[in-house]
């Protein structure tokens, strides 16, 4: 079994900063990709930014310049650092992984819970 559980959703007022984290558990051989997905009410989910295991990075463009992704391999842990935060901002964050598991040594995609960011005017 694999868990992805996210952490450090919170109420913001606008221009501020939040960290959000990932952490992966489980029967973990490797962890390909890593991304963050965010959905508002009535919205479908969307892309905000991923990285893989090398460390590159891509970005929604509504998040350049003031979201970034990290990731520490050796905690299995993904990080979104959200900074000059914007009411648009608002919305259930998930996480997302492509992890190749022990046992079936195969990969498979999961997802985290979400973790709500909501972001005053």
């Known amino acids: 079994q694999v868990q992805l559980v996210e952490s450090g959703g919170d109420l913001v007022q606008a221009g501020g900063s939040l960290r959000l984290s990932c952490a992966a558990s489980g029967s973990i051989a490797s962890i390909n990709a890593m991304g963050w997905y965010r959905q508002a009410p009535g919205n479908q989910r969307e892309l905000v930014a991923t990285?893989?295991?090398?460390?590159?990075?891509n970005y929604a463009d509504s998040v350049k310049g003031r979201f970034t992704i990290s990731r520490d391999n050796a905690k299995n842990t993904a990080y979104l650092q959200m900074n000059s935060l914007k009411p648009e901002d608002t919305a259930v964050y998930y996480c997302n992984a492509d992890i190749l598991r022990r046992g079936p040594w195969r990969t498979f995609n999961y997802w985290g819970q979400g973790t709500q960011v909501t972001v005053s005017s």
């Open positions: 990285i893989t295991s090398s460390g590159n990075t």
